[in-house]
């Protein structure tokens, strides 16, 4: 009895200290310098005691990673505040949206900031892919560029899927014409279709199959891979570079200058994305009425390259593009094995220029392309040739052999094979872009329109 | 590169106050922002009005007898306040007429009779307005009439006498040759569109439709009625009341708890023949409508080439002959009675 009060007592009285040993855990042992603090934090799960010099210049990664990690979180936090109100039933889903809309405080806000969140994440994922690319930074961590293309695969899979929930026209008929790309996919293409619509078309099961793979299959996928990805990186030594000393590779702690530099990054992330959301709303158009399709019938802008590609072919857009794209970018660090010019910006000065000449030459066979099919058209210039020709000659096999040339031509003339690959991928992106850029300006009946010019009237 | 380490920390946490410092800035804006809607200025201008002392805004809301939430109340707070009757206020803010009494007791709300988007709070939306991208816009009188076919069959009861004449005109004039209303579905498109699922079209885009139909569909074979109804521009908005009655939205199922009121039920399974070919209804009788009216149609419009001769029934006009079928399923409703 005495004994349990005293002891009682003694915890009471040495409460303060107990609190901050417990809440703090190791302080008594490794006291209080700049190094045992880090070591006993958290971050140290992610960063090295001592990183160089070089790790904290802005101009190394432009923190496009950190960027991307931060519209990742912002994106779960938002996305755990809409799920209070939105309700993934087809017919829910759009009353629901107008709620958060109107009545809920701040919903407008939230949503926006859930909508940009989403597009810088995707932005940042595809700089960094093509900083990493740049810089060689996959030599030796062949595994963590996997992951990262993993990451990219899911960050997409979640924009596409976010992209159904709001149940409006734009969303609906997005998702259905993105869905029927899915027709042109052989063996596999129907199975697809069925196991991500729960059926044919997009309804209820749609609906709630994009939903749990929104809030809950992907981003549980995405937590892992970010957890692995990370992890890589510090087992891998930090950040790519280039063996040798030099001011640059001096070591400095990490914190507070790496640590504070990243927080400073996600801070100002958050702050420019609020300022953007404040600004421009997410929209929410008519809702769904599957008697009226919407004209053009748009994939989301993220798809629109395809969709221009589906339009020239529909094989070569929906199936061969994207599989060519995804293998070459899984094989990208086993087909280059180059160690000179890692961690630079497009390596040595020769790749770099072999790089830059196949950009240029990527706008001008792209503007040849276009001007040439949409001036003569399939119509003219090759229904001569017979029905098979327009799936194979077109603007987007033409992208495929001025990159499989710009990767030969810089090859040979460089004798190195990152510049080779490089410049393959430089092509592919910036037509990609290129055609993203004409999928944006096509009207009613996919019809180019420039930006200044106004569709007709649709009713 | 020489870095000063204990300058680079200040530099740092100097960069963390200052990032903190706007991101307050602009969630206060967004704060600030989010309280000067337009619902709330226009609380406060109506109790300002009133003279009626209230410090804090809230949003109105209350499902309708369907169960679809609505906020109209939010903005209109003088629709159901009658001892405001006398006051000069603002269109806005105005007591509802007691006519309807009935309706906004059985708790039949705003919606289902004046249109628009009940959800939404920004008058653009709410209202349906042209370019706020939402269907089923604001209806204003003569229009409104057309709502009352949400739940009553047209002529079921009194004060809709310009949707019976719509109804009428619709058969008169023939439009229901092309646009049957009785068969299902897209696949039986005898000539023009299903007029049962265009969904809720603006009176604009209908008005063009009757008078102008190649302007809103390319290539349409349709006569335009603009000459008849240049003589007959009331007819016209009956049409046009009539057509907004097909083509709106019905209000769901309203019971009023049980007790059915008479002439309510859903206007496409009563009036329009509902899928799989159950029901029919009022309209069928179009086709002894056609029989009897052979003359006054304009077959010509249709069939330049194959006049019916007069006199000889309806067997003769293909598209009769092709609905055969759906008059057995009409007739055992209410065999004889006038069309309307």
């Not at chain 1, 109107?102 to 806000?109: E, I, K, N, S, T």
């Not at chain 1, 180059?338 to 040595?348: A, I, L, S």
């Amino acid at each position: 009895m005495k004994g349990f009060f005293s002891a009682l007592w003694d915890n009471l009285s040495g409460l303060p200290g107990n609190l901050r040993r417990g809440l703090r855990p190791g302080v008594a042992d490794s006291g209080n310098s700049a190094a045992s603090r880090l070591r006993r934090s958290f971050v140290y799960h992610i960063h090295p005691l001592r990183v160089t010099r070089r790790a904290l210049r802005a101009s190394t990664t432009l923190g496009l990673g950190v960027v991307s990690l931060t519209a990742f979180l912002i994106l779960g936090v938002t996305g755990v505040l809409l799920m209070i109100y939105y309700q993934p039933g087809t017919q829910q889903a759009y009353a629901s949206m107008q709620d958060i809309q109107y009545a809920v405080a701040l919903g407008p806000f939230v949503r926006a900031l859930h909508r940009w969140a989403a597009y810088a994440m995707l932005v940042s994922i595809l700089l960094h892919l093509l900083r990493v690319a740049s810089m060689g930074a996959y030599r030796g961590r062949e595994l963590n560029w996997l992951v990262g293309l993993g990451l990219g695969g899911l960050a997409l899979g979640l924009a596409f899927t976010g992209y159904l929930l709001p149940w409006d026209q734009r969303s609906y008929w997005a998702v259905r014409v993105s869905a029927s790309m899915l027709d042109s996919v052989p063996l596999f293409g129907l199975a697809l279709k069925n196991l991500m619509l729960g059926g044919q078309t997009v309804g209820q099961a749609a609906l709630l199959r994009f939903y749990m793979l929104h809030v809950a299959m992907l981003p549980a996928g995405m937590l892992a891979l970010i957890a692995i990805h990370l992890w890589r990186i510090r087992r891998d030594g930090g950040l790519a570079k280039e063996a040798g000393e030099g001011e640059d590779n001096e070591l400095v702690p990490a914190w507070p200058h790496l640590v504070l530099r990243e927080t400073l990054l996600m801070l100002w992330v958050l702050v420019a994305l609020s300022a953007i959301a404040a600004l421009v709303s997410a929209p929410l158009g008519a809702p769904v009425d599957v008697h009226i399709p919407a004209n053009p019938e748009k994939a989301p802008w993220y798809f629109l390259w395809a969709q221009e590609l589906v339009s020239y072919s529909a094989r070569l857009g929906a199936f061969v593009i994207p599989a060519l794209l995804v293998l070459g970018l899984v094989g990208l660090p086993f087909l280059d094995r180059e160690d000179k010019g890692v961690g630079r910006w497009f390596g040595t000065p020769a790749c770099r220029l072999a790089v830059l000449l196949s950009g240029l030459g990527a706008i001008g066979a792209l503007l040849a392309f276009e001007v040439l099919y949409m001036q003569a058209g399939p119509g003219v210039f090759f229904k001569a040739l017979g029905t098979l020709w327009p799936d194979i000659v077109n603007p987007g096999s033409g992208m495929i052999v001025v990159a499989f040339i710009a990767a030969i031509s810089s090859g040979i003339a460089t004798g190195s094979t990152r510049a080779a690959f490089l410049s393959g991928l430089v092509v592919m992106l910036v037509m990609l872009l290129g055609f993203t850029l004409i999928g944006v300006c096509r009207g009613p009946d996919w019809v180019f329109y420039w930006p200044w010019e106004g569709w007709p009237g649709v009713s | 590169m020489s870095l000063d380490l204990i300058k680079d920390t200040r530099r740092l946490r100097v960069g963390l106050l200052v990032g903190a410092l706007v991101l307050l800035a602009v969630l206060a804006t967004v704060w600030l922002q989010s309280t000067r809607s337009e619902w709330q200025k226009r609380q406060k201008t109506f109790f300002s009005l009133t003279g009626e002392l209230r410090h804090s805004t809230e949003i109105l809301q209350s499902p309708n007898c369907t169960g679809r939430m609505e906020r109209c109340a939010t903005c209109h707070l003088g629709a159901r306040r009658f001892d405001l009757q006398g006051k000069n206020l603002p269109k806005v803010y105005r007591s509802h007429s007691r006519s309807m009494l009935g309706h906004l007791e059985r708790g039949t709300g705003c919606v289902s009779c004046h249109g628009g988007s009940g959800r939404a709070l920004d008058s653009r939306l709410s209202h349906a307005l042209p370019g706020g991208d939402q269907p089923d816009p604001l209806l204003d009188q003569p229009y409104i009439q057309a709502s009352c076919a949400r739940c009553h069959i047209p002529g079921a009861r009194e004060g809709m006498p310009r949707l019976v004449a719509g109804a009428e005109s619709y058969l008169r004039l023939g439009c229901l040759i092309c646009h049957p209303l009785a068969s299902g579905g897209r696949g039986s498109w005898d000539f023009g569109p299903d007029l049962r699922a265009t969904g809720r079209k603006s009176l604009a885009y209908l008005k063009t439709s009757l008078v102008d139909p190649a302007a809103n569909f390319p290539g349409s074979t349709m006569p335009s009625f603009k000459n008849h109804f240049s003589d007959e521009p009331g007819e016209l908005q009956d049409v046009l009341i009539f057509l907004l009655s097909l083509s709106i939205q019905d209000a769901g199922d309203c019971s009023h708890g049980g007790k059915l009121v008479s002439g309510v039920g859903k206007p496409c399974a009563d009036c329009h023949a509902g899928a799989a070919g159950k029901a029919g209804g009022r309209f069928a009788h179009g086709c002894v409508y056609i029989v009897e009216h052979k003359d006054e149609l304009n077959c010509a419009a249709c069939h330049p080439k194959q006049v019916p001769a007069p006199g000889m029934g309806g067997g003769l006009c293909p598209v009769v002959e092709r609905h055969r079928a759906n008059c057995a399923v009409c007739h055992e409703m209410s065999e004889g009675s006038s069309p309307g």
